[in-house]
């Protein structure tokens, strides 16, 4: 059986999938991915098959990224609104989808729920050659609602006024933005074209989609594999279209090109760990890094300070582009890009920025952390509530903080024992949840419903 993954097209995203690819691919299923060129041979050094979809999915407002492919734009805004209103991305979309597809045969397909309206694209291929299809999420719950707190909102379940306050204030963004989008682009917004082409694709009335601030559209008809312990969401009153298939991290060492000195920086390390050095893991994710390069430079090099008021800390540093221009320390090890899980295997605390993936993978290893979601719209600032609601981690302030209040909070997540004592009991309910088991996985995907 054919599986073909469609991820978002950002590394982190596609990384996310490779746990779940796995299982299936031990489990005789014959799985692709659709990436853009510069993904395929990262894809494929993983042990999975690949093909290229290059482009954004039509509908999330990538006119001027996608028309990057096409030729330089002297007027992004003009020319953006002559995409919209020639529907260009959605036709370009829809001819590589096509091709992907037809190439490939999948029996299944997986999505990216940033790729959701591919589900309009490919709604009459589906439907004629009967290849079922889902979507994947590996962020937590993001339906708006004022019952519980969602993953963009900074709120916990006992804030009953905040999360009330955040979701009318979200709402009311939400309902503003769309109506300015409406107008600034003369009628031929986001949702309009989506509506269009959900229209002229005749797609049964039962997948009728709703609006979604995060995803742009979730539809409620469809599974979503949410790829991620559903233990660490803030209520139990989530879609039931959602099915969490738990932390199914990928075993095999992803391959990414290290370094000539890789290795035996890694071995050093390990040496330090086994002489009772305390190993402190920074990394901040490198699209993130690369936003403001500036900023986090300066957070970087405050945190490499926190080595001068403990001579038995190691810091291992991943940091993508600043290596070169970041403070240098006997005792800081930085690299460009590491393996992550090995480094997670052998550390005493982990400085991150709340990404879902690195969330997830220190829940695994029981590795307590010091969040900073240097204030970022999307999940890390939910994420970070989250860790701290489960006792597992600190929240920091990246503009308040100071080398020595750093410090402080890291050797309070060294020392505390509580830290420790409920990642372990999170870890427990995690593994007795029967419902993160393969053969349950396995046969949800197997029993996905054919498209009507």
Known sequence: MKILFIPFTLESHIISTFGFADL???????????????????????????????????????????????????????????????????????????????????????????????????YPYLKKYNVRFSLFQASYSNLDTHLYPVVDTDSVPSEKNRILFNYLAKRLN????????????????DFSIIRKNFTNNSINFKYSYKKNRISKIHFPQLTYFVLLNKEMELSDNLSENYF????????????????????????????????????????????????????????????????DFDNDI????????????????????????????????????????????????????????????????YDHIGNSKKVVFHGIGIEGDFRKDTPKSVFQKIDLLIHNPIFKANLSLLSKKIKMNESYGENNIISKVKNLKYIE
């Open 24 to 122: 299936l691919k031990s489990n005789k299923f014959d799985v692709h991915y659709a990436v853009p060129n510069k993904y395929i041979e990262f894809i494929k050094k993983q042990e999975f098959k690949a093909k290229s979809l290059n482009g954004f999915s039509f509908g999330y407002g990538f006119e001027e990224q996608n028309r990057r492919e096409f030729e330089e734009s002297a007027n992004p805004y003009y020319d953006g609104l002559i995409d919209r209103a020639t529907n260009r991305i959605y036709l370009d979309r829809r001819i590589k989808l096509l091709e992907v597809v037809n190439l490939i045969k999948p029996d299944i397909i997986i999505a990216d729920i940033f790729c959701s309206t591919d589900f309009i694209i490919l």
């Open 174 to 189: 939400f309902y503003l933005k769309t109506k300015y989008d409406y107008l600034k682009f003369l009628t031929k917004s």
């Open 244 to 307: 969490y298939i738990g932390p199914i991290l990928f075993k095999r060492k992803i391959n990414f090109d290290f370094g000539l000195d890789y290795k035996s920086k890694i071995r050093e390390i390990i040496l330090k760990k086994n002489q009772n050095y305390k190993i402190i893991y920074l990394a901040f994710g490198t699209v993130i890094v690369k936003q403001n390069e500036k900023l986090f430079l300066e957070f970087v090099n405050k945190i490499v300070e926190i080595l």
């Open 314 to 377: 190691i810091l291992v540093s991943s940091i993508g582009s600043l290596i070169d221009n970041v403070r240098v320390h006997e005792r800081h090890y930085c690299f460009s890009k590491v393996s992550q899980i090995e480094i997670l295997k052998i550390c005493d605390g982990f400085i991150t920025h709340g990404g879902t993936g690195s969330i997830n993978e220190a829940v695994e290893f029981q590795v307590p952390m010091l969040v900073y979601n240097f204030g970022l719209v």
